[in-house]
């Protein structure tokens, strides 16, 4: 997985100049376990029948000449993928290159950007066009990467695997971490003004 300022964002050292319209959070870190548990449902809600590939093709000697060792080399290998794609997802809590998303900070959102602020000097800035998409539930916005472009990929059967299995990246920003219901209110305002939630009239629609 590639480093979020790699993807676009940029460390900035420097202080920020002051915007008033700016959205300020709490400060807020992400515990790593639960940022495995949300990767994993995500990877897995939609890649769940690329493990019926490898259960089906080892069980079809099975059909043709019934055996328990194809049965079983069929489970095996299926048990095999699941646990090396779900330790990938998971190996990206451990990297260092993705530890940005795991340190104690506030956001500071605005029409321009998304600041990770450290403190009042040290930070990093995302601009909106690095953002994929945007989910919510009940608690919580998910603000989706967009993953590397072609040019950044290694070429041939390198590339197709880095662009298949890859391991989604996103910022978690619970409701609680907002100041104000005026502010999640304004948040809701900036994200439907990017199109990344749907307007009230499209829910009527």
Known sequence: MQQPNQ????????????NPLAIRTKKNQVDKNDYAKIALLQVWKKEWWRALIPLVLFSLPAAIA????????????????????????????????????????NYEIDQRQILLKRNDRECMALQWDMIDRVTQNKD???????????DQLPGGF?????????????????????????????MDSLLRRKNFIPTEASKVA
């Open 7 to 18: 993807r676009g964002g940029q460390r900035v050292t420097q202080q920020q100049p002051f």
């Open 140 to 150: 919580s916005y998910f603000m989706y990467l967009k993953g590397p472009s072609a």
């Open 158 to 186: 390198k590339g197709w695997l880095a662009k298949t299995f890859n391991v989604p990246v996103f910022l978690h920003l619970p409701f609680r971490i907002f100041n104000s219901p005026n502010d999640l209110k304004l």
């Open 66 to 105: 019934f055996s328990w060792w194809w049965v079983a080399a069929a489970v095996l290998v299926t048990v095999l993928y699941v646990l090396v794609r779900s330790a990938q997802v998971m190996g990206v809590t451990q990297m260092e290159q993705s530890s940005v998303l795991f340190e104690r900070v």
